[in-house]
Each structure stands twice: as C-alpha cells, then as structure tokens.
C-alpha cells in the first residue's frame, strides 16, 4: 500500500464513515493471560465513544510507509501450506461470531505480545464500498471487506482526591485503567491498487521497531530491517567504505540527493509507489562527488552485505533531515537544516576548524555577546 490507499482507508475511519458494527478483544494481564473478552457493540455507543475506539484503529494506519508501517507478503508456500494467512482470511469473515478461528487467533497472539504490562487486543471490522473513479460517490466498483487490529498498553492512572458532589467532599477514588494509543497492530487484507489484497497485510509498529515475537507468532514472514537500524547501518557503511574521503560536502551531497527524493515524491500527485533509495543512486553520488573506484566498489560490496543484494531502501530511514549537527567528545554544533551555507570545514595551519558565518544576535548561555 501507498500513503494515498493508506489515506483512503483512515478517511473511512471516521463517525460520519464508519460501517463499523462491532469490535471483538480481550484485556490480556502482564503474564498474557487474558483476564476476560468483550464484543462490542459499536454502532450503539455515543458519538463520542465510539470516536475514541474508531481513532484508536486509525491510529493503527498512521506514520511512514517503511518506517511504522510495513507492507508484509504472505509466501506462496504460506498461502498453499501454512496457517497465518488462512487464518486471517477466516477471522475476516468470523470476528462478529465466537467462532474457531478468533479463539485461534486468540491463543497465537495474546501470548506473543511483547513487553510486560498490561494490554488489550482489539479487532475491528469493516466493510468499505469502494468508490468509482468515474461513477462518483454513489456508484461502487467493489467492497473491500477489512479488519484492523490494535494492541494497547493500559495504565493504571491514581485519580488523587475527587470531589463528589452529593457528599460535598473530596475523596479517594479507586485507580482507573485507561487505554493508551497502539504500539502495535496490523489491517488485512491489504488495500492495494485500491483493490483487496489477500496475499498480504500492512503490519504498524509505533516504534518502528521492526521483527519481534508479536510478527512471528502472527504473521510468521521476514520483515525489513528496522528504521533506525537502516541509518544505523547506512551510515556505518558509507562512512566505512569511503573512509578518509568522507567529508562533510559528501554527507552533505548524500543527504540533499536523499531529501530531494522525499520532495519529489510529496509533490507528486500521481505517484503511486513510496520512494526509494538504491544502491547505483549513492555509487552515482560518489562517482559524481570524487570518490575514487576502489572506495565505490567497496561501498557496492559493503551495502549487499549489509542489507542484501537488490535491496531498496526508504529515504527516510538513512539519515535525519530535521537536523544538522556537528559531534565529538568535547563539541555540539546544531544548525538550522536548511542553512547548511552557513558551515565551512577547514584546515587552517594544519589545525581543523568548523567556521560558522554568523550575523548579529548571537547569545552564550543566554548572554548576548558582541563578536568583534
């Protein structure tokens, strides 16, 4: 899925588009084990209630593609022989009823969430009658029949004295229990090319932490390595593979090419597929730059080893664009991102200097100082 069938799916999350009916869980204790189970009936509750569940799962479709939410495909093997992708086609249909497969799905899942609070697993059902292109609102090509599901920490929050108005006094009440935001959860099927997916589902992670028991009991598929472990390993291999030709006007060249991708793509109204970032666009950034051979084909060598021959990567996982900072044990420089012409890295009778061209209104330690 794209940000734009990902959008499509949100807006449908929402009191005035909803056909949401019901949401089936269990509130699961810090052993995981499940202290009871709940079918909601939501097109019942107030307004208001049913908001705060509605964008509880929405929540479950927000951040970026390849970093908090992953396109997992199911293997041909998983679709003829195994039981992850079976079972959700079947949940899918079952969630309203107790049926076999959401006690299943129960008995997998439950004791799999990672961490050791306690939680709710919630899943939500929804049927999506998918607009035309060409036939306007009312006219519908097909349905998309959906589930979310949603796994959210519960804090114990101490209500501190309270005042009750028929005693006219304040007093203690007892600790209530109150559901947090996902940090993690999954929709199946998937929603590509506006079209229903049964082969694959968009798996959310609020950290963006990628693989963890949660995807393995569930899901049982490989998935990419995790946002912060790409840049992590992206840097390490550019910086390792270049060596002592990795200046600050490569970085800065890298880390350009990298954002005008992101800008491009923003500004692209047709663009359908997520951004990427390959192999042959750095070595072309490298060759463009300077960089000898030897060190180019060992960035090659290095990056299949590291990520995996033909892998492409998203953009915004490689590097930090809000920031540019400069670091080492004794200095740290921050510097607005979009003014990286105020830097000059020199070397000034054979001494290493960071020049910042400044203007007036400089301060240290909130004293305004005077630079003469």
């Known amino acids: 899925m794209n940000k734009k069938e990902v959008s499509e799916i949100r807006r449908r999350l929402t009191l005035q588009n909803s056909a949401a009916d019901c949401i089936r869980g269990c509130y699961i204790s810090e052993k995981r084990e499940i202290i009871s189970e709940f079918k909601l009936p939501l097109a019942t509750f107030p307004d208001d209630e049913r908001e705060r569940y509605l964008n509880i799962f929405k929540k479950v479709l927000s951040g970026g593609i390849g970093k908090n939410l992953i396109n997992v495909d199911f293997t041909t093997k998983q679709v003829t022989d195994g ?37 709710v697993l919630m899943l939500l059902h929804e049927n999506y009658d998918i607009p035309s292109k060409t036939g ?83 899901l049982a598929s490989d998935l990419p390595m995790p946002a912060k472990e790409q840049k992590e390993t992206f840097g390490d291999v550019l910086r390792g593979a270049v060596a002592d030709q990795c200046s600050f006007e490569l970085v800065q060249t890298v880390r350009d090419h990298i954002s005008d991708v992101i800008e491009t793509y923003k500004n692209d109204k047709f663009a359908d597929e997520p951004p990427v970032i390959t192999k042959t666009d750095i070595c072309d950034l490298l060759r463009g730059s300077g960089i000898t051979e030897d060190h180019i084909t060992a960035f090659s060598q290095d990056y299949d080893e590291s990520f995996g021959k033909g892998t492409e990567l998203t953009p915004e996982n490689l590097m930090d664009l809000k920031k540019l900072e400069f670091k080492n044990d004794n200095i740290t420089i921050k510097i607005d991102p979009n003014r990286p012409d105020l830097v000059e890295v020199k070397v000034i009778d054979g001494v290493k200097y960071i020049v910042i061209r400044v203007e007036d209104g400089v301060s240290c330690n909130g004293i305004d100082i005077k630079i003469k």
């Open 136 to 218: 306007g609102e009312n006219n519908s090509d097909a349905v998309f029949r959906f589930i979310i599901c949603a796994v959210c920490p519960v804090v114990e929050k101490d209500s501190g004295l309270c005042y009750e108005a028929d005693k006219k006094q304040f007093r203690t009440k007892a600790k209530e229990h109150i559901i947090s935001p996902p940090y993690l959860g999954f929709m199946y099927p998937r929603f590509d090319d506006r079209c229903t997916n049964i082969y694959g589902c968009l798996y959310y992670s609020k950290d963006a932490s990628g693989q963890n028991t949660f995807t393995d009991a569930v």
């Open 83 to 119: 039981a992850e992708q079976k079972l959700l086609y079947a949940l899918r249909s079952d969630i309203s009823d107790d049926s076999a497969s959401l006690h299943t799905f129960y008995e997998k899942a439950v004791a799999a969430i990672p961490g050791d609070d306690k939680c």
